[in-house]
């Protein structure tokens, strides 16, 4: 039992290395990728050990016990099964090396099949597989077929950590130059279109937000539609006290100027004050907006 329990924390080592490489890599599926994971580790860890146990049992007819210690011991009526405990310690840990090699060669191939530049992908590729090389070569030595699977985790870890980067999909930010453009030639519906294009890359953009209520407060002369779009925009989890003080100040302006509406823009400028000092008070709350 003691050598299982010397096994077990470089196994799970094991399993969480493959796996934050797995979900960094499948972030963007995040819902699944546990499950498809725990899927795998169950049939690359388990199903190798419960043979081995059961092979090791005796209970397989026409199949003998392949370690001769415990087919001696059990057929002398002997502890066989504290021997058949120990023989799991090794076999675990070389069934959880390879299953982890086996799991960073298959990352590294849809890392490979993901990357856009090619040329930085092989020479990352290149560099790092000839520096790993001659240390992956000694632990092979080392410890020969059972230290294969711990060889390929020395080679092919930096390789997927250094490699990974160069797979994942950078989020370009928002860029409101065309519906600036559109803006500038009297083009505001054509300009609406490009914030709403450019707020579906990014739909909690506050500089969008406030674009688009500017847009219907100032030039669609549509009050309420701006006054709905700063209400949900502050009422947003990410919006900080200085923004939504903006925004609403903002909003203040565009009662006063567009509706000629004093009170309306008294109220803003009190509520923009409030929410200050709220912002203050309790940052990280989910705020109610006046």
Known sequence: MAAILSALPVAVVFVWLSYDYWQRLFEAERPAVRRQFLAWAAKGLSVPLVVWVIINCGVLPGMPILLPGIALAKSRGGDWMRLLAQSCAPVMLITSSYWAALTFGWLQAVIA????????????????????????????????????????????????????????KKKSPPSYARAIARMKFGKYKDAELEVLHELEKCEEDFD??????????????????????????????????????????????????????????????????????????????RRQVC
């Open 113 to 168: 099949g993901r990357v856009q530049d090619r040329q930085e992908y092989k020479a990352a590729v290149i560099f790092w597989a000839v520096l790993l090389l001659p240390l992956a070569s000694l632990v092979f030595y080392l410890f020969r077929a059972g230290g294969l699977g711990f060889a390929l985790l020395v080679w092919l870890v930096p390789i997927v950590h250094f490699t990974l980067p160069l797979a994942q």
């Open 208 to 285: 969008g937000w406030l674009m688009l209520a500017e847009l219907y407060a100032r030039h669609f002369h549509d009050l309420p539609e701006a006054d709905r779009t700063i209400r949900e925009l502050c009422s947003q989890p990410n919006v900080t006290g200085i923004q939504i003080s903006l925004a609403l100040h903002r909003l203040a302006d565009w009662h006063l100027d567009q509706g000629a509406d004093p009170l309306s823009a008294l109220g803003r400028g009190a509520c923009r004050s409030n929410r200050g000092n709220e912002s203050l008070g309790s940052q990280g709350t």
